[in-house]
């Protein structure tokens, strides 16, 4: 047998195959050929002994419209340097300018780009101190755009916080969001931090699949938390009957208090995204393994992390055949990590300083087979 690349020796942590153990990993043709003891060669090869070999990560919540936001950031400036291989932008871009998104970021990226269509046709602003309210909504025309574009995009995204639909009711915007995700049978993602709305009249409406984001969030009136710091019955019914509860850490968004709390009664995160964009990049987010870092140092089991950026996310786009995991036939999407020792400060989005004792590092990235990062 010949293969086009091997990873040798490294801890396989894979959830969708449950494989946690040392092994090796040889691709073929950009695929996951055999996991195991292998016998042969290959050139190149790539020594993982003493790391941990993962799928490629998969970001949920991202903002890379680069030069046309002001939230923009680079996708292969950031992407390969820490693990992360599918990238998914949460409406930059509207059904105004998607067609423009796709053509400048999407289409030339090396990381993969999938991405929701903002319910605001001009997405998100492009200069400091514009405010987009979500104006121009037009639900037949962003479903439009979604059904033009069908490949890589998930759904409509929508953000339900405090005056962005200006004079406009929230539980109203909401249901025009959810109008035009019916209309193209995609699923429907909500912002729910800063909102003026109690959290269960927001989850009432939406439908199996759609997805909660900034679930962690500090604030009180959409908070998943009672005022006992008990998790809702309204928020574990949705949980139940299919919404998805994602981090999305960002800049406002994540509070180790309340990550703790509802961990501790039972409610981790469906998915474990960072919300990343150019006002976070240099911290509090700063990446991905970052984010995964601090439910580490919530107690979260490395494994369950690893799942929830991995797996998990590829079952909310409903690509787990594909990506997310280690598979024989699966892209050959691959991360390779160190897990550092030491004392490691981190921060939440409400500036509350903790510090943790271990930190994911990335040492090398495959993408479709091939590495696109490997430390120096």
């Known amino acids: ?5 091997i990873i040798r020796n490294g801890h396989v942590i894979d959830p969708a195959s449950q494989h946690d153990s040392v092994a090796s990993v040889a691709i073929r043709d950009g695929r996951i050929a055999e996991v195991g003891e292998i016998e042969a060669d290959a050139s190149p090869e790539l020594d993982a002994g003493g790391r941990y070999v993962l799928p490629g990560l998969i970001d949920l919540h991202t903002h890379l419209f680069k030069d046309f936001s002001m939230f923009g950031i680079d996708v292969d400036a950031l992407s390969p340097r820490t693990g992360v291989t599918t990238s998914v932008d949460t409406g ?5 300018n998607y067609a423009g998104f796709r ?3 999407m289409e030339p990226a090396e990381t993969r780009v999938l991405a929701y269509v903002n319910l605001s046709g001009v ?7 514009e405010m987009v309210f979500e104006g121009y909504v037009q639900p037949a025309a962003c479903a439009q755009a979604i059904l033009d574009f069908p490949e ?4 409509v995204k929508v953000r339900l916080y405090r005056g962005v639909g200006g004079d406009a009711d929230l539980r109203d915007l ?6 035009a995700a019916q209309r193209c049978e995609k699923q429907l993602m909500v912002h729910i931090s800063g909102s003026d709305v109690p959290v269960a009249e927001l989850l009432s409406p939406l439908r199996p699949g759609d997805v909660i984001t900034h679930c962690f969030h500090g604030g009180e009136i959409a908070s998943i938390l009672d005022s006992a710091g008990k998790v809702r019955p309204e928020v574990r019914d949705a949980r139940d009957r299919g919404i998805v509860f994602d981090i999305g850490h960002g800049f406002g968004s994540f509070s180790f208090d309340v990550g703790r709390a509802a961990m501790e009664d039972g409610f981790p995160p469906d998915t474990i995204s960072s919300d990343i964009h150019t006002l976070n990049i240099d911290g ?3 990446d991905l393994p970052t984010t995964i870092s601090k439910f580490l140092h919530l107690g979260m089991p490395l494994d369950e992390a690893v799942r929830r950026s991995t797996l998990e996310p590829a079952r909310v786009l409903g690509m787990e055949d594909e990506i997310g ?6 892209v050959a999407d691959v991360s390779v990590f160190d897990l550092e020792e030491g004392a490691f400060e981190l921060v939440d989005s409400d500036e509350v300083k903790v510090t943790g004792d271990r930190k994911l590092t990335c040492y090398a990235t495959v993408k479709d087979g091939r590495v696109s990062y490997r430390a120096t």
Do not use: E, F, H
Request: glycine content about 12%; charged content about 10%.
């Open 1 to 5: 047998m010949s293969y086009d690349l």
């Open 103 to 105: 053509k400048v970021i």
């Open 325 to 330: 995991s280690l598979a024989v036939g699966s």
């Open 174 to 179: 909401l249901q025009i969001a959810i109008d």
């Open 152 to 155: 890589n995009t998930v759904g």
């Open 92 to 96: 930059t871009a509207g059904w105004i």
């Open 284 to 286: 509090p987010v700063y």
């Open 123 to 129: 997405g998100l602003p492009w200069r400091s101190g």
